[in-house]
Structures are given as structure tokens and as C-alpha cells.
């Protein structure tokens, strides 16, 4: 891997078509999200996920290539880049407290036309100390080894680093495949009163985080297996480890209000 070599204090953005090309992969999911719903028909909904994987990777490829191979990532600029992730993820955070203002706003004051009950009335609720707890129990664990791997690469120990990033995506796609499960054995639907909604929306998005930040480890164990993260030269790596603790937090978040207290 090559040192950084440019002094220049400020980030200098190539031209690129990738930007343009996730905007068209987002509105071609939403429309065919709301196709789906209605038409029982993926294949748009498909579609958009193809662009925007597609784009995901070309895009980190050349950022990739940028902070790697042509050593444009200097101090200043990984200063920035480090900002510019923090500020990503408060608002993520402001995107998953919508859901929570939402469930709760249901949940301590509930009309009549659900029963005026919580739960509402003929919904039988997930058991928070079957699915949900070993799912806890994954993703707190994911937590532990992604942090071991990222103490591994801050002491240049490559096996360990490796180690750990490979247990964290396996827990990763573990608590996915769960997840996926319970969906199918849940004994409502999302179109069950505000529950459904508020449950599968939040629950829903959560776990399409877990499969962002999979990739994003994904990404980072390849990179890493290639020699491309050194022991001061990480941020990738330390980028999605900061977005895999977020994804813990929100989960606990998710299963001590609406899987414990709201059952």
C-alpha cells in the first residue's frame, strides 16, 4: 500500500457517474416498493436493488482506489471523510427515532379504534425471550468481536483482525436468516393496525441496516485480506465499525420498547 503522498488540505472530488446512478437506484426501490404493495409484483423492486448494489460497489471501489493506491486521502481529508460518517449516522439516528416517536405516540395513548388497548385487539405479539433474545444475544456478541478486530488492526496483528471481521459477518447474516424467519412465522402483517406498521417499519429498516453493514464488513475483510488497511491508515474499516455499533445500539433501542415493553 502506498503512503500518502498529496498536500493538499482539501478532499479534490473527481467527476463521477455514481452519484447520479444511486439516485436513480433509490427512486426505481421506492417506486417498486410501492408496486410491490400494491401489485404483488418485484420485479421493479428488484431492479432497484441490481442499480443500487451495483453502484454501492463501483462507488467504493474508487474510494477505494483513492485512499489506497493514489494516496488522496491525506490528514485533512480523512478529517473530513471521519465528519462527514458522524454526521451520517446522527441522522440515522434522527431517521430511526421517527419510527420510535411513532410506536410510542400509539402505544401510551391508543384509540378506540384499536381497542384502546396495547396491544391492539386480536394481535398476538412476538415472545421477547425467544427469537428476539438470541437475536440481542447475536448482535451484542458481533459488537464484542468487531471490536476485537479493530484492537487487532491498531496493533497490526492480521490474523486476529481477520478472525474477528470473518465472526461478525457470520453473526450478521445469522441474525438476517432469523430475522427472515420470524417475519414468516409472525401471526400478524404489516397492514394489522398500527402495530403491524409501526412494528415492520421499525423492525424492517433495522434489519436492512444489518444487511448494509454485513456488505460494509464484507467490503473491509476483502480489503483487508489484500493488505489495503494498515495500523494509522483504517478509516474504512473503522467507518463501518462505528456504523456496526450504531446498528447495536438502535437494536437494543428496538427490543427493550416495542419486542419487551410494548408486548
Known amino acids: 500500500m502506498k503512503n500518502n503522498f498529496y498536500s493538499h488540505p482539501y478532499h479534490l472530488v473527481d467527476y463521477s457517474p455514481w452519484p447520479i446512478t ?95 388497548t396495547w396491544p391492539p385487539t386480536n394481535i398476538v405479539p412476538f415472545n421477547p425471550f425467544q427469537i428476539p433474545l438470541l437475536n440481542t444475544i447475536i448482535l451484542i456478541t458481533s459488537g464484542v468481536t468487531v471490536t476485537w478486530a479493530h484492537h487487532a488492526i491498531m496493533e497490526n496483528n492480521h490474523s ?6 470473518f465472526l461478525t459477518i457470520i453473526l450478521g447474516i445469522y441474525f438476517t436468516f432469523l430475522q427472515a424467519y420470524e417475519y414468516l412465522e409472525a401471526p400478524f402483517t404489516i397492514a394489522d393496525s398500527i402495530y403491524g406498521s409501526t412494528f415492520f417499519m421499525a423492525t424492517g429498516f433495522h434489519g436492512l441496516h444489518v444487511m448494509i453493514g454485513t456488505m460494509f464488513l464484507l467490503i473491509c475483510l476483502i480489503r483487508h485480506i489484500n493488505n489495503q488497511f494498515s495500523n494509522n491508515h483504517h478509516f474504512g474499516f473503522e467507518a463501518a465499525a462505528w456504523y456496526w455499533h450504531f446498528v447495536d445500539v438502535v437494536w437494543l433501542f428496538l427490543y427493550i420498547s416495542i419486542y419487551w415493553w410494548g408486548n
Request: aromatic residues 18%; positive net charge.
Open 160 to 165: 486476529q483482525m481477520t478472525q474477528g471481521l
Open 22 to 116: 444511486g439516485a436513480i437506484g433509490v427512486l426505481t426501490l421506492v417506486t417498486g416498493m410501492v408496486k410491490w404493495f400494491h401489485n404483488f409484483n418485484m420485479n421493479l423492486l428488484m431492479l432497484g436493488y441490481l442499480i443500487i448494489i451495483l453502484t454501492m460497489y463501483q462507488w467504493w471501489r474508487d474510494v477505494s482506489r483513492e485512499g489506497t493506491f493514489q494516496g488522496k486521502h491525506t490528514i485533512l481529508v480523512t478529517k473530513g471523510l471521519r465528519w462527514g460518517m458522524i454526521l451520517f449516522i446522527i441522522s440515522e439516528i434522527f431517521f430511526f427515532i421517527s419510527f420510535f416517536w411513532a410506536f410510542f405516540h400509539s402505544s401510551l395513548s391508543p384509540n378506540i379504534e384499536i381497542g384502546a
